[in-house]
């Protein structure tokens, strides 16, 4: 079974950059698509990004191209979010998943596996 463990969160001001990770503890990960979904209090969770198994292939949401960037290293069965240029609105938990096979997906029930989440707050 796939264990996801994100950190890199934390408080930060608006314009900074935070690097998040998300380790796998999962000997087949190099075969997983990955995504980043987050979700503010009160709100839906939705999608920030996805990553296909070779690292390839990314697809991003409209709100999020040009300041997050994903990124994996399947040497070290971890994935990691880049966000740039943090502004007030992206605060939120963060979540990490995962599925076996397929494409890239944006939809919450195409993944199989989650992390925990891990908090990221930006302060105006």
């Known amino acids: 079974q796939v264990q996801l463990v994100e950190s890199g969160g934390g408080l930060v001001q608006a314009g900074d950059s935070l690097r998040l990770s998300c380790a796998a503890s999962?000997?087949?990960?190099?075969?997983?698509?990955m995504g980043w979904f987050r979700q503010a209090p009160g709100k839906e969770r939705e999608f920030v990004a996805a990553?296909?198994?070779?690292?390839?292939?990314?697809y991003y949401a409209d709100s999020m191209k040009g300041r997050f960037t994903i990124s994996r290293d399947n040497a070290k069965n971890t994935v990691y979010l880049q966000m740039n240029s943090l502004k007030p609105e992206d605060t939120a938990v963060y979540y990490c998943?995962?599925?076996?096979?397929?494409?890239?997906?944006?939809?919450?029930?195409?993944?199989?596996?989650w992390g925990q989440g891990t908090q990221v707050t930006v302060s105006s």
């Open positions: 990553i296909r198994w070779s690292g390839r292939s990314t």
């Open positions: 998943a995962a599925r076996a096979g397929g494409s890239l997906y944006y939809t919450i029930r195409e993944y199989n596996y």
């Open positions: 999962e000997t087949t990960f190099s075969n997983f698509n």
